[in-house]
DNA sequence: TAGATTGTTAATCGATTAACAATC
DNA sequence: TAGATTGTTAATCGATTAACAATC
């Protein structure tokens, strides 16, 4: 454990990482190499070894990663290894979308309560949860020891939410609100804006401008 | 309109200044600068001129930007100054989430069809569009010349999904299933995993590390 | 031993930021 | 004219990739 700063884009590649390995273990292969994950994950293995020798030579010259432990170590240093309480707050429809994907990250992550500003809505079942008043939030938050808060209301409620789910002494937030949020420095926020995504992606539409290109 | 190659970076950036001037004009705000924009958006006030510049001289000294023909270029440069036909790819909670959008991004992006692979869903309705079976896909994609399509179909079929879409001629895909997809470089591809967000941010938390910091 | 592959250093590449002349 | 702010060049910073000694 050296102790450098890690960047973001290699944090951001661990969980890549972990999803593969995880497919190579259900295959019951045992060892990877740096070469065959760069393949298929479409990264430089250079980069993957230098990833992973941030945290530790969790490699074998001549050999390889061993899958299995591979995957602990990575699990590890995600923090994975402990279980991770989560809060969904807005349980619309992208809610609940997410709420049905605890079932999939079961990676030790658990989204533990759901709140939602409507009254229609307070009292009704997702997944087994039962939809809290926002009001409650800080309170449970605090109760159940939650660490992350995936925010899914709509955008102008988005920054009271971060504020009380700040307040309330949450680690990090997940955004898939349309709008830039302010957090104190000690929480860690992750934009997950998809019409972002779907906007930039537009820029990369030929639009004919292909047809011009008769060139000598 | 210089020929240099723009990053990803800046046309990532793009979406982001427009839903922020689209508030400002809404608030009816005529002029902006780079301090503004910056401070709005956690962002460098150089690199938001340098954004800019890279398709024309949409500023003015000493004043700033205009933010109505702001907002008409960085539409023009995004495309979004035409209709994109998308196609919605899986309509399990995700896929219906996400098509609920279709009214709020109505920068000229539109969910035009919507499939799905099994027959229990094939025939439902889904925001006024009827959910087709995904036999249908190809011929569909061509007929309403859909150009853009959101993939939010189980991992294990996702690759498929993209090979058909592929096919079609489809000239984007936004893929929300955590897998990597692998598409000719002619498709434009983004990775729009939540999974793989939400594990990173377990990277930040605390972990009581601190504790043990008593240094002298 | 020969072949493979790691961990790491050095080289390269690219993106961000600072600085400032131009000018509204 | 004085103040503000752009567009752009140069400086800096950081991330990726190449190369290779170490070693399984």
Chains 1, 2 share one sequence.
């Not at 969980?15 to 990264?43: C, H």
């Not at 000690?186 to 537009?202: G, K, N, Q, Y």
């Amino acid at each position: 454990m050296k102790s450098e700063k890690i960047s973001d884009a290699v944090v951001r590649r661990l969980p890549v990482y972990l999803r593969f390995l995880s497919e190579l273990s259900m295959r019951e292969v045992a060892t990877v190499s740096s070469q065959e994950l760069g393949q298929k994950l479409d990264l430089n293995p250079a980069q993957i070894r230098k990833d992973l020798a941030y945290f530790g030579d969790f490699g074998r010259k001549g050999i390889g990663y061993d899958v299995s432990y591979l995957i602990e170590k990575i699990r590890q240093i995600l923090n994975l290894d402990q279980q991770i309480n989560v809060a969904l707050v807005g349980a619309g429809n992208l809610g609940q979308a997410l709420s049905n994907y605890n079932t999939y990250l079961k990676d030790n992550m658990k989204i533990v309560a759901v709140f939602d500003a409507s009254p229609s809505k307070v009292g009704q079942k997702i997944n087994s949860l039962t939809i809290q008043p926002i009001e409650d939030m800080v309170e449970t938050v605090q109760r159940l020891k939650v660490r992350i808060g995936i925010i899914t209301v709509p955008d102008v409620e988005a920054q009271r939410v971060a504020d009380q789910l700040t307040s309330a002494g949450i680690e990090a937030i997940l955004n898939f609100a349309p709008t830039i949020l302010k957090v104190p420095s000690e929480v860690r926020l992750h934009a997950a804006d998809f019409t972002t995504d779907l906007l930039s992606l537009a820029y990369y539409l030929d639009n004919e401008k292909e047809n011009d290109k008769h060139d000598a």
